[in-house]
């Protein structure tokens, strides 16, 4: 890349909308842009359309217009885990890992253990608790490592530690040019952000976090 170019997107969202039957559209032409290493709050109300923008980011969800352009791996978290009740921790890895194509579970233990749940590999999923199933859920999205992760509102359930290893881990993302965009609404947070969207009547309004918000922190 030549000197002060600006890098190429690694997400690109262009005129998205999406309607359920005749209810009143949810996502009325939202525009998402997401550079690399850089980390997004999609912030809006309850109701307002955040988990559809993000299923249909994650494409597993079709937008009735628009387009939306991913060069790279996606990693996505979405906000109810899903997995295999009876499967354990080790099995959803190995399943996982294998689904990728990857030669070991390497980074898999490595996210565990940086999450802090190494005693639960051999427990089924189904025994967890919602939060240490929302570690497995996590830990099974960056498995691959992926250039882009989609979080819908990831760390529900997490315990104060964990909250703060989860920041730990996104730094350490975003410090190799991986592309985090996270679902809140907790205002507390903005500071920690590059850029805030904010969802209303269907569109997204970016912005930069202000000095206020960078000082009302954690």
């Not at 550079?35 to 309850?46: H, T, W």
């Not at 947070?189 to 922190?217: I, K, N």
Request: negative net charge.
């Amino acid at each position: 890349m030549a000197p002060g170019s600006t890098p190429a997107p690694v997400l690109r969202a262009t005129d998205i909308h999406k309607s359920f039957g005749s209810r009143r559209p949810v996502l009325r032409g939202a525009d998402l842009t997401v550079a690399p290493g850089q980390l997004v709050a999609v912030v809006g109300e309850n109701g307002a359309g955040k988990s559809t923008l993000l299923k249909i980011l994650a494409g597993t969800l079709p937008a009735d217009r628009g387009e939306v352009t991913l060069p790279g791996t996606l990693g996505y978290c979405p906000q109810e885990p899903v997995l295999n009740g009876a499967l354990t921790v080790e099995q959803h890895l190995r399943y996982f890992a294998a689904a990728r194509r990857l030669p070991d579970t390497d980074r898999g233990l490595e996210l565990v253990r940086l999450l802090g749940y190494e005693r639960y590999t051999q427990s089924p999923a189904g025994d967890l608790s919602g939060g240490t199933r929302q570690k497995l859920n996590l830990t099974i999205a960056l498995l691959h490592d992926p250039d882009v992760l989609l979080l819908d509102e990831p760390y529900q359930g997490f315990d104060w530690e964990t909250y703060l290893r989860f920041w730990d881990l996104v730094e350490d993302l975003r410090a190799r040019g991986k592309a985090v965009v996270i679902i809140t609404h907790l205002v507390f947070e903005q500071e920690r952000f590059d850029l805030l969207a904010d969802l209303a009547d269907g569109r997204l309004t970016p912005r930069t976090p202000s000095q206020e918000d960078r000082h009302v922190g954690v």
